[in-house]
């Protein structure tokens, strides 16, 4: 039998670009920076630019003399319609509208930033710019917007946002006249002045963020989808929070009552009804009009939710969690909107307190039941730094996770999340049992890697667990049983290191980061059993 003693236990993990070959050896670098992934930031910015290739820095201009290029676009670049986009790297919510993700199909938007307050890197095609060297330039008559950037290497260059590639902007400029005056003041014209006390009608749609108009016909009020969230040092409720459009988020808080008794049946916050009794408007314009219900959408009630009720000296059917489910469809606002509850009983005594869960979850109209049950990407396709690094068990995907220790030193129940690109390391003690050797080994090799150890890595960060091909094996070697030249010692592992060859694929104007293999690499020691 195996004597009772502490074994310090280690996992390290080492994410190398493909092309550097690995040694069995503990790793001692650091995450990668941009000189060593390739040509693009790690996790950073990927673009997809029309017209010519140009480096990665932003505007990407190199240009010697009166040469003119086409760099990728500034931030602010000319949106095209999400089909115009053939990958969408940031929708990473299958079935969900991911927020200022331009591309994301799921969001139903012809024109995202109408919604959305930018659009992330990548979610838009790059707009098309034409660059000389600033020095040559004394003064623009262009009618096109121009701006003057800083290239990599310090020079100004003067750039000229273009609506088609092929023309230059040095024809002959267009003649105003009474004829055309109209339409070209109505194409790049504004007001000079805006009035402060004109009023203002409410936006035709949400935007990403925007409060939720709720309405209550009984009292013809209108207010706001409330989602209560603590405040201060005792977490207590405000009620005052509301819930964001596109948003899905969680809350907790706690209430405190001093007479339970007289609030039992009194607080509408224990009241299930409270959360329902109301309509939600689909967008903002609805409330020009209150008397049209095509504008409003009733709250589903998902399943029963009794009234508090004070029984002797325990109030029944108590509020204790709230769950929303919305679902959006672009411009057209808010379809469907759905509520479910967790009640509790509550011991009437002096200061009962009780905690409340909130929970509010977007998702877009009618949606594919697979697509809700598929967990959250770590890139699409390529893998983004600090996502969840996927792995595969049988059928079933996850996180990648290394042990973690509590605040002893001990090992803890829970487990570091493996994120891609990211190098870590770590350790704990573990308390060795009276067992034999092979039930040693599996509580050791349990601790390193969960209950059940993973069998397949994920190739792209949007990897389907139902096709096998977009999923590499794990390399893996266990420690032998026994000791070959002691027969009666133990040989268990004591440190288990993780090591991910990666590397781009694909365009270099948009790189895909993807993981070409992986292994388990496991450090053995035997010990002598009794």
Known sequence: MCISQLMLLQVFFLMVPEGVWLQPSSPSGAAPTPSDVGPASPGGTLQS??????????????????????????ENGTVDPFPALPVCVCDLTPGTCDINCCCDRDCYLLHPRTVFSFCLPGSVRSSSWMCVDNSLIFRSNSPFPSRVFMDSGGVRQFCVLLNNSRLNYFQKLQKVNATNFQALATEFGGESFTSTFQTQSPPPFYR?????????????????????????????????????????????????FKNLTNSCTLDPALNAASYYNFTVLKVPRGMTDLQNTKFQVPVTLVSQAGSPLLSGNICQNVVSQVIYEIETNGTFGIQKVSVSFGQTNLTVEPDTSLQQHFLIRFRAFQQSTAASLTGPRSGNPGYIVGKPLLALTGDKSHS????????????SVKKHEVQFGVNAISGCKLRLKKMDCSHLQQEIYQTLHGKTSPEHVA????????????????????????????????????????????????????????????RFLYQCQSIKEK
Not at 211 to 228: A, G, H, R
Request: glycine share 10%.
């Open 459 to 518: 190739i792209f960060g949007n990897a389907d667990p139902a096709q096998k091909r977009e999923w590499t094996r794990i390399l893996s070697r266990n420690c032998s049983v026994s000791a070959m030249h002691c027969t009666s010692c133990c040989v268990i592992p004591v440190s288990l290191e993780i090591q991910v060859l990666w590397a781009y694929t694909g365009l270099q104007s948009n790189p895909q980061a993807h993981v070409s293999g992986a």
């Open 49 to 74: 630019s029309e017209g010519s290739e140009t480096p990665w820095p932003v505007p990407g201009i190199s240009t010697v003399g009166p040469t003119v290029v086409t760099p990728s676009a500034p």
């Open 400 to 411: 990648m996770t290394l042990l973690q220790s509590q605040g002893d030193g001990i090992c």
């Open 208 to 256: 990403a963020g925007d409060p939720i108009l709720t309405y209550f016909p009984k009292w013809s009020v209108i207010s706001l989808l409330k989602q209560p969230a603590g405040v201060g040092a005792g977490g207590l409720c405000a009620e005052s929070n509301p819930a964001g459009f596109l948003e899905s988020k969680s809350t907790t808080c706690a209430r405190f």
